[in-house]
Structures are given as C-alpha cells and as structure tokens.
C-alpha cells in the first residue's frame, strides 16, 4: 500500500467526484469531527459580553452576545436585565408592562423548542449516517468498478442496512466507553467526597490528590476518544462495505490492524495530522468568506423567515401576546442557522470526503492483499481435508 498514491487519489476523487460533496455536506451538518471555528473567546474576559439565559436556579446557559440575562425560571413570566439604552432593555421596558408579562406562554415555548431539538437531533442522525455509509459504498465501488454513481444511486447506497449495524455499532461503543469512564470517575471522586466530610488529615490529603487525578481523566477522556477514531475507522468499513455483522466486522477490523498496524498507523497520523491543521486553517477561510457570510446571513434572515412566519399565523389563532412572535422565532431559527453557515459546512464537508476518502481506499487496498497473504493457509487447510477425506 503506497500512502502518496491513497493520498493522490483521494485527492482526485474529492475534486472530480462532485457527488460526494453532497454528502459530505450533510456529514459536517451533523457535526461529524469537522470542527468549526468562529470569532468567539473561550474565556470570560471583562469585556466580553454573554447572553445568560437562566433556566433554573442552579443552571445558567451562556452564548456570545450583548451584556443581557434572560431568566426564566418563573413559569409566568420572562425577566430581561440588560444595561441601560441597549435594544434588549427596550425590549425589557415591553416586558415590564403586567398585561404583555400574563401572555406569555412559557410552557407553550418551552414544548416547542423541546419538539424542535429533538427533530434536529434525529434528523442530524439520520443523515449522519446515511451519509457515511453513501461516502464508503459510493467511493468503494468507483475504486472496484471505476463507476461513479450519482446522487440518487449515493442515497440508495446510504439508506440500506449498512447504515443501521453502523448506528447500532457507534451506540454500543458509545455505551460501553459511557459506562467505564463514569465507573472510573466514580471510584476517582470518591476519596475527594469523602475529605468534605472528613477532620482526619490523611483522607484530606488523599482527597486533594484526587484532584489532580480527575485532571488526567480528563485528557485521558480525550485521548480515548481520538485512539478510537483511529481504531474504528476499519471496522466501521467492514461493517459497511462486508456486509457482516457487528462480531464479524470488529473480527475483521482486528485482523487488519494487526496484520498491517504500520500502514494503518501512518494513515492515522496523517488523518489525525490534517484534522489539527485544520483549526487555523478553518479560521483563515472564515476571514476570507466574511462578505459571502454576511450575504448568507441576509438570506437565513428571508428563507428562515417563512416558517416563523407560518408558525407565527398559525400560534396566533390560539394564543395572544409575544407567545407567537417569540414561538415563529424558535422555529425560523435553524433554517436560519444552516443557511447562515452553509459556506463553512460546504468546506468542512469537503475535508469530511477527504477523510473519509483515505481511510475507504486504504481499507480497501489492504483488503484486497489480505487473501493474497492468507492464501498459504487456505491451501494448507483444503489439502489436510483432501488427504483425511481419502
């Protein structure tokens, strides 16, 4: 297996394949490793602005905007504090008023947008999926037949079984890792819990140095996660492109690390390589499609405009106030988003192809050297059955 060659022809087929940037697309929409970049600071500094959105007592939700906190813990109404002459404390002067504060349906709102996350998260799985799979059998048969498929056959190929046995792959994977790390953390929080309460010195100690053991499972968290998409990346290919069962293809993705684990591992570095590249680079480009962002964000504002505008008519007829008005935004909002940012997902979506375009040829090509190598063995195998046969 020559990795300049894989490397080239992923190349090739990301620039000549336009098919696949369909799906590629919908494989960055739902957030699969692309990582996005925005002009956004990950501390608190003093002149950073948040919007703090308070859902209960105990728990405060922060998004990047102007100085203001929305708190919603009162079922019967909305309070907004924000700094004087800002929009949002005109927007609090309109709220002050009793009648306009009795309007407000806040478990109305609330069912909505609990109706809304749910769907996006379905339907973000669904074409997660989907569109993996597409990506692996659409890239597999062009390199077996040097056919390309179009879209309609990639949705065909992507909605199948294959598709599925992934799903419930990732979600047992998911599960079993779930299940250690929150055991581990467990028996690791324990001494810390146990020197709250506790005069005697030795336990303090002991529960002081848990914390710098909780640290290291939060890198360790990370680490595995990276190791496992590394790891997983034949065996969600054997799933796939095999047809076999989960044991089958965890079998087959074991046997192929071990039998070719420096080739596998170079092509890890450099698929890992590529992806940290990717957070400065990712952040240049966001620079550069400034003016194509701000041209989107006015088209989000149309098109996302339509269904709040529908569900806006449509609330009306049953409930008064700024409860319509505040329901039409919730639902215009993630057609608005994806439009928003569907300059950076189409990118991200391109390097979601590449990526996925190595690891598919790379499998594939030690796939097909696997017999070869077994050969020996299969023969020695049929001719002991002959000669105990005669």
């Known amino acids: 297996m020559s990795t300049n060659i894989i490397l080239r022809k992923a190349w090739k087929m990301l620039c000549n394949y336009r098919a696949l940037w369909l799906f590629g697309t919908a494989l960055a929409l739902a ?4 990582i996005y970049t925005v002009p956004w600071s990950s501390g608190q500094q003093e002149n950073d602005q948040w919007i703090q959105i308070k859902l209960t007592e105990y728990f405060t939700l922060q998004v990047p905007g102007s100085d203001v906190t929305i708190d919603l813990t009162d079922p019967k109404s909305i309070r907004i504090s924000a700094p004087e002459g ?6 609090q002067n309109q709220f002050e008023h009793p009648e306009r504060l009795a309007t407000i349906n806040i478990q109305l709102i609330l069912i909505e947008f609990g ?3 749910a769907g996006s998260i ?3 799985l669904a074409a997660r999926y989907v569109a993996e799979t597409a990506l692996f059998c659409m890239v597999d048969e062009t390199t077996q037949n040097d056919k390309r498929l179009n879209i309609w056959e990639g949705l065909r190929r992507g909605w199948s079984p294959g598709a599925g046995r992934l799903f419930l ?3 047992t994977v998911r599960i079993l890792i779930g299940v250690i790390f929150a055991w581990v953390f467990g028996l690791s929080i324990a001494p810390l819990l146990l020197a709250l309460r506790s005069r005697d010195w030795v336990i303090i100690t002991l529960g002081v140095g848990t914390v710098s053991l909780l640290i290291f499972l939060v890198y360790l968290w990370f680490a595995v996660h990276m190791i496992l998409g590394l790891v997983l990346q034949p065996i969600r290919r054997a799933c796939v492109l095999e047809k076999q069962s989960l044991a089958a293809s965890i079998r087959e993705g074991f046997r192929m690390m071990k039998g070719y684990p420096k080739e596998l591992g170079l092509i890890g570095l450099i698929w890992l390589g590529i992806r940290l590249c990717w957070v400065p680079l990712a952040g240049l480009i966001l620079l550069l499609l400034l003016p194509l962002l701000l041209m989107t964000t006015l088209l989000g504002v149309g098109v996302g405009g339509v269904p709040g505008i529908l569900v806006t008519g449509i609330a009306s007829l049953f409930t008064d106030g700024l409860t319509a008005w505040i329901m039409g935004l919730i639902a215009g909002f993630p057609t608005f988003l ?3 940012l569907s300059p950076m997902l189409f990118i991200n979506g391109l390097l979601e192809v590449y990526l996925s375009s190595i690891w598919t040829l790379a499998y594939r090509d030690l796939r097909a050297v696997q017999p070869v ?3 020996p063995g299969l023969q020695a195998r049929a001719l002991s059955t002959a000669v105990s046969t005669d």
């Open 122 to 124: 379905l339907l973000g």
């Open 86 to 91: 800002s929009m949002w404390h005109e927007i």
């Open 338 to 340: 994806v439009i928003m």
């Open 115 to 117: 109706v809304i996350l």
């Open 31 to 34: 957030g699969v490793g692309a």
């Open 169 to 171: 792959f990732d979600l």
């Open 373 to 375: 190598v077994e050969k």
